[in-house]
Every structure is written in structure tokens, then in C-alpha cells.
């Protein structure tokens, strides 16, 4: 069980476009959904958290105008990376946590390369 | 301010033994975790500690000393797969997740 996936597993777009990103928990429902990023050798860097039905909470530093969170339903939260840009490539991780257990789900992670 | 420190980089034989350890600084305290991850994946879940002591589970264990803001993880009979970075997390009063930087162990033969 728990389990959390990702979609898509890579992808490579051109400067100045629109990626988005899918995250589903395929078998729990998710009260909390988190979106991470990683660059290489380095630890995960928490972006946003973001709540069913509720606007996304961002980190410091993170342009909410440029990564827009959807968490539309229990099951699926969304990572729009706008105007992308090469220093934008990276490697990004959801993970989902259900209320009363404090573990989080990982999903297997999207590495975004924009060229 | 949050902090977590665990070394960057160890190295261990078949076989044997490492533990890695990890110490915490946060503002409130709901547990600390650790998660194992592979190059180029997501991190995978180790273990859970809240309370004080040890928590063994086959070949991974880890312990907590809540009084001391430190944590270790103890692998045994190392296997070349263990080869991963190995990743500290403190939960805070918030519910939120500090990480460490992580410590990548590298298992020669």
C-alpha cells in the first residue's frame, strides 16, 4: 500500500514553455501533498505544501507565480513549471502524507531538463 | 534556527558494519526519520523514532536520543545495494520536515 506516482518520469521542453507535472496516490487519500526539488549531490528542498481544495503553501524564495500547485482532489496534486528555464532543470519529487500517520509517500521523482 | 548535520560521505566494507550519524537542532519535535535514496530516485522510507532507545528492523536500526538532539542509523551485514545516500529528517512542532544533506555510503567489496 502507499503507493504515490509520478507523471511524467522525465521530460525535456524548450526555454519559455510550460511543463506540468502529475502527482497521484493511487491507493489512500492524500490530506497533504508536498513538492520537492533536488539538484544533483544536493539534499530535497521542500518547494511547496499544498492541501485538498486549498491554495498551496510556498517556501521562501519559491515564485508561486512560476510553480503553480493544484491539489484538486484527495488523489492528485499538480506542479506547473511556467516560463521554464534551464536553471529551472532539476530533479522534482512529490510525496503525500495522510492525516494521523506522519510518514511520507514518495512518488519516484521527475527529472526536468529545459534546454 | 533548524538545523540537521550528518557527515557528507562514508565508506564501509561488505559485510561489516556502519552507523551514520545525525544530530538535530528544531523548533519543537514530532520525530525523526530516515529515508534511504538511490542515485537518480526518490527517497524510500527507513525508519520512524519519537520515543528514546533503538529500533531494530532486519538488517537497519536506528536510535534516538530526544535529550541529546541525536540520531544514528545502524546497518548490518552490508550488502554493495546499501550503496545509496542515506537521508536524516527532523519533524518539527509544525509537522514539517527538516532534512539533512544527506550521507552517501559507498560499499567496497
Known amino acids: 500500500g502507499a503507493v504515490v506516482s509520478q507523471h511524467p518520469s522525465w521530460v525535456i521542453c524548450k526555454s519559455g514553455t510550460s511543463v506540468k507535472i502529475e502527482c497521484r496516490s493511487l491507493?489512500?487519500?492524500?490530506?497533504?501533498m508536498f513538492w520537492y526539488r533536488q539538484f544533483p549531490k544536493q539534499s530535497l528542498m521542500l518547494m511547496a505544501t499544498?492541501?485538498?481544495?486549498?491554495?498551496?503553501?510556498?517556501e521562501q524564495g519559491v515564485e508561486k507565480d512560476k510553480f503553480l500547485i493544484n491539489h484538486a482532489s484527495l488523489t492528485l496534486s499538480t506542479l506547473t513549471v511556467t516560463s521554464a528555464h534551464p536553471e529551472d532543470s532539476s530533479f522534482y519529487i512529490c510525496?503525500?502524507?495522510?492525516?494521523?500517520?506522519?510518514?511520507?509517500?514518495f512518488g519516484p521523482g521527475t527529472r526536468l531538463t529545459v534546454t | 534556527g533548524q538545523n540537521i548535520d550528518q557527515p557528507t560521505e562514508m565508506t564501509a566494507t561488505e559485510g561489516a558494519i556502519v552507523q551514520i550519524n545525525c544530530t538535530y537542532q528544531?523548533?519543537?519535535?514530532?520525530?525523526l526519520f530516515w529515508y534511504q535514496q538511490h542515485a537518480g530516485e526518490a527517497p524510500t522510507f527507513l525508519s520512524y523514532?519519537?520515543l528514546d532507545g533503538l529500533e531494530e528492523k532486519g538488517r537497519f536500526s536506528s536510535f534516538l536520543s530526544r535529550s541529546k538532539g541525536y540520531s544514528y542509523l545502524l546497518l548490518k551485514e552490508l550488502q554493495m545495494k546499501d550503496s545509496a545516500s542515506y537521508l536524516c529528517?527532523?519533524?518539527?512542532?509544525?509537522?514539517?520536515?527538516?532534512w539533512g544533506a544527506g550521507t552517501k555510503l559507498i560499499i567496497k567489496p
Open positions: 510525496s503525500a502524507h495522510t492525516g494521523g500517520i506522519y510518514e511520507q509517500y
Open positions: 491507493d489512500f487519500q492524500a490530506t497533504t
Open positions: 499544498s492541501n485538498e481544495g486549498s491554495k498551496a503553501t510556498y
Open positions: 528544531t523548533s519543537g519535535f514530532n520525530g
Open positions: 523514532n519519537v
Open positions: 529528517a527532523a519533524m518539527d512542532s509544525n509537522y514539517q520536515l527538516i
